[in-house]
């Protein structure tokens, strides 16, 4: 079984830069994308960036130019580095994990969840 174990969340004010890492444990993620989607209070779940297992990347629109994900496939890791933060990036951001792009919204795998918080 795998498991997804974040950090990094925290505090920030608007402008302001956090990066949050990933770790998976339990097998090697071959075949499988590595990223983040996130959900803030009374809203869906939204994707937001995803790495393919050969380093494809995805962005939703709203993070693009703002925010970057990186994978470390040998040592199971995924990154987001998030730059320009803003009130409305403030949600609980979840480390996924699932076959395919993982644009789809479906996960195999999910992280605990990291809360991000921005303040104006």
């Known amino acids: 079984q795998v498991q997804l174990a974040e950090s990094g969340g925290g505090l920030v004010q608007a402008g302001g830069s956090l990066r949050l890492s990933c770790a998976a444990s339990?097998?090697?993620?071959?075949?499988?994308?590595m990223g983040w989607c996130r959900q803030a209070p009374g809203k869906e779940r939204e994707f937001v960036g995803s790495?393919?297992?050969?380093?494809?990347?995805y962005y939703a629109d709203s993070v693009k130019g703002r925010f970057t994900i990186s994978r470390d496939n040998a040592k199971n890791t995924v990154s987001l580095q998030m730059n320009s933060l803003k009130s409305d990036d403030t949600a609980v951001y979840y480390c996924?994990?699932?076959?395919?792009?993982?644009?789809?919204?479906?996960?195999?795998?999910w992280g605990q969840g990291t809360q991000v918080t921005v303040s104006s």
């Open positions: 996924v994990a699932a076959l395919g792009s993982g644009r789809s919204g479906r996960y195999d795998y």
């Open positions: 339990g097998r090697t993620l071959n075949g499988y994308a």
């Open positions: 790495v393919t297992w050969t380093g494809i990347i």
